[in-house]
T-cell receptor, first 111, second 110 residues
Framework: NAGVTQTPKFQVLKTGQSMTLQCAQD?????MYWYRQDPGMGLRLIYY???????DKGEVPNGYNVSRLNKREFSLRLESAAPSQTSVYFC??????????FGDGTRLSIL | RKEVEQDPGPFNVPEGATVAFNCTYS??????FFWYRQDCRKEPKLLMS???SGNEDGRFTAQLNRASQYISLLIRDSKLSDSATYLC???????????FGAGTTVTVRA
């Protein structure tokens, strides 16, 4: 009963390095999302994918790229990490107009 | 104006007390409403959906007031385990995106 699985759970990068955050869901949901959450702030949408083969920008897309690899998987890539991207990243999925289900997050620090 | 606004709190209440708080939304066409809880920067988890007629789940009661564009959450007989941040979530019809409030923090003390 995995739900939404994110990897890695923790990562430390140096400024300028690149990395990909992985997300997979086993609930057959069409929509998938990437959020970031900074201390004292709410969730901010980075990118989302309404269905396999489509991706759209959210509120804070700059510095990120995404790939909807298939219905299950939605990855987030930082091409050149910056300290301002230090955050907790959550992936979520959703079926239709129902509620979202979240992964347990990736804690990312960029030095 | 933010799409979803919440009183950040914190609401500090003793065990057994009742606590209630609201969330306002700006778009009158909003159709789906949810309350999530989030513990200590862990992932948000669905607490309950909010239906037009209001609904209850154990000690939790959610209400929707479309005329004034707010939803509310009431927690009866508060437990220590209810200490968390409660997120108000709203979405429009046929919109894949959801709008999250910044959260209301509740602390239940012994």
């Amino acid at each position: 009963n995995a739900g939404v699985t994110q990897t890695p759970k923790f990562q430390v990068l140096k400024t300028g390095q690149s990395m990909t955050l992985q997300c997979a869901q086993d609930m057959n949901h069409n929509s998938m999302y990437w959020y970031r959450q900074d201390p004292g702030m709410g969730l901010r949408l980075i990118y989302y994918s309404a269905s396999e083969g489509t991706t759209d920008k959210g509120e804070v897309p700059n510095g990120y790229n995404v790939s909807r690899l298939n219905k299950r998987e939605f990855s987030l890539r930082l091409e050149s990490a910056a300290p301002s991207q230090t955050s907790v990243y959550f992936c979520a999925s959703r079926a239709g107009s129902r509620s979202q289900h979240f992964g347990d997050g990736t804690r990312l620090s960029i030095l | 104006r933010k799409e979803v606004e919440q009183d950040p709190g914190p609401f500090n209440v003793p065990e057994g007390a009742t606590v209630a708080f609201n969330c306002t939304y700006s778009n009158s066409a909003s159709q789906s409403f949810f309350w999530y809880r989030q513990d200590c920067r862990k992932e948000p988890k669905l607490l309950m959906s909010v239906y037009s007629s209001g609904n209850e789940d154990g000690r939790f009661t959610a209400q929707l007031n479309r005329a004034s564009q707010y939803i509310s959450l009431l927690i009866r007989d508060s437990k220590l385990s209810d200490s968390a941040t409660y997120l108000c979530v709203v979405s429009l019809p046929n919109d894949y995106k959801l709008s999250f409030g910044a959260g209301t923090t509740v602390t239940v003390r012994a």
